[in-house]
């Protein structure tokens, strides 16, 4: 069988998806094929050396806790009144929190905020297309 | 091993539920305990997914002002860790989907001493992070995100707003892009 139906399942395999079958057939391919075997063993080295990085602690850049502290002082106590625009944005967010995403199709998703938002812009036009239609019928009505 | 990478910032030790309130209640050093103890994890996660220093100091401090104003929806069913890893990596990715990201020379960050990771045969940190710094941003933000941090494609897809099947597409892409740059590295 042509190897390129294998290298696909190596990603698969090493995420963990493949069913018993699958990984009983590709076993079965890498038994013979040095390719593909150079290729599973090599991607399995490039993930474990990621997933090792990711246990590597950066240091941060000297001063940064101080200018951080410094961007802090000139915020608002948590949980006091905050500007209307970042009162609404939190909100939102934990509404987004609360709902989670809304799945569009082809596998997307959407926050829910975004879709309020176009709707309360798509609101905000229809109020003013319509108040303008009014204004005009008023205008046009004869005496 | 999905989740390894959040499972080990977990073990940093959470702040006392006074040291919280505090800060909570606005107090500035209560604060600082906190930003000085998770620096290195919250500038790792920004550094990691944006790849260069000046935008991960900007995201970093960020994701500190947003957990500074969340402190009270805080709730103590995650570890305060967790909580605070997650903030900063949403918190990240909505810098890099609104920052137009700066050129940055490829430098190799410097470690907190004694977190210095095995990574392999001929993989040193300098080779890997030149190689995740050349990734196109496309691939390099989900490969990151998969394994670096572990985290389940079904959650990328919705962090980064892209479709399941595309995202898989770029981790596996991305995955076979670092393999063939590290492989060539060797071969040098």
Not at chain 1, 40 to 48: D, K, Q, S, Y
Not at chain 1, 57 to 79: D, I, K, S
Not at chain 2, 30 to 48: C, H, P
Not at chain 2, 105 to 121: K, N, R, S, Y
Request: with cysteine; hydrophobic share 40%; charged share 25%.
């Amino acid at each position: 069988m042509d190897c390129s139906y294998f290298r696909e399942r190596i990603n698969r395999y090493i995420d963990g998806e493949l069913g018993y079958l699958e990984v009983a057939e590709l076993q079965g391919h890498l038994s013979f094929c040095a390719d593909c075997a150079e290729e599973l063993a090599h991607t399995g080295e490039v993930r474990g050396a990621l997933a090792a990085w990711g246990r590597a602690e950066l240091a941060a850049p000297p001063g940064f806790a101080e200018r951080v502290m410094a961007a802090v002082e000139a915020e608002p106590l948590p949980g006091s009144p905050r500007p209307l625009g970042r009162a609404v944005n939190d909100a939102l967010d934990r509404l987004d929190e609360i709902l989670g995403r809304i799945p569009l199709p082809g596998g997307r998703t959407i926050p829910v905020k975004n879709v309020l938002g176009a709707g309360i812009a798509a609101a905000a036009v229809i109020i003013q297309l319509e108040r303008r239609h009014l204004r005009r019928a008023r205008e046009l009505k004869p005496l | 091993m999905s989740t390894s990478n959040l499972h080990k910032w977990a073990l940093l030790p959470d702040p006392t539920p006074s040291e919280l309130s505090r800060a909570t209640a606005g107090d500035a050093e209560a604060f600082k305990l906190i930003v000085e103890r998770y620096q290195g994890m919250v500038y790792s996660v920004a550094y990691n997914v944006l790849g260069n220093f000046t935008d991960a100091e900007d995201a970093a401090q960020e994701a500190f002002l947003r957990c500074y104003r969340k402190l009270p929806q805080y709730r103590s069913e995650a570890t305060f860790s967790t909580w605070l890893f997650r903030l900063a990596l949403s918190s990240t990715i909505d810098y890099q989907r609104r920052e137009k990201r700066r050129p940055d020379p490829v430098e190799t960050p410097e470690l907190v001493d004694g977190t210095a990771p095995q990574l392999g045969e001929g993989i040193s940190a300098a080779t890997l992070t030149a190689a995740l710094h050349d990734l196109p941003e496309d691939y390099r933000v989900p490969t990151v995100l998969r394994d670096i941090y572990g985290l389940p494609y079904q959650e990328i897809a919705d962090l980064t707003g892209r479709p399941l099947g595309t995202v898989k597409v770029m981790v596996h892409r991305g995955r076979a892009s670092l393999r063939l740059r590290l492989r060539a590295e060797r071969e040098d």
